[in-house]
């Protein structure tokens, strides 16, 4: 999915109409309209005042929750407050368990 489906689906969710959205994000109704059909790309803040007028993560609307998988998540999760050490630990794992294609 493209960003300018999720946040039609994320709006539609929400049960608010693209001139809601775009009061809400401060941008034209029609400025709204072209994003959600994929004709133009925002700018970052207005990207983040989507994410907060749809409550949605900004990963969610940029469709990079999907492409993370459950198991990548659950190492980032346990990899999280690890000390530095044990962070070069678990990375000279994970190289050997994938080498370079070099190698």
Same mark, same amino acid.
Do not use: I, K, T, Y
């Given at each position: 999915m493209n960003l300018g489906s999720v946040?039609?689906?994320a709006r539609a969710r929400a049960g608010l109409t693209q001139a809601e959205? $775009? =009061?809400?994000?401060?941008?034209?109704l029609e400025v709204y309209g072209r994003i959600e059909r994929g004709e133009m790309?925002?700018?970052v803040p207005t990207l983040r005042r989507i994410c907060v007028a749809l409550e949605i993560?900004?990963?969610a609307l940029l469709g990079l929750? $999907? =492409?993370q998988s459950s198991g990548l998540r659950q190492l980032l999760d346990a990899a999280?407050?690890?000390?530095h050490?044990?962070?070069?630990l678990l990375h000279r794992?994970?190289?050997s368990l994938h080498p370079s294609p070099r190698d």
């Open positions: 946040a039609h689906a959205v $775009a =009061r809400r994000v401060g941008v034209q790309f925002p700018s993560p900004s990963d929750e $999907a =492409r999280r407050g690890l000390r050490s044990q962070l070069r794992l994970a190289q």
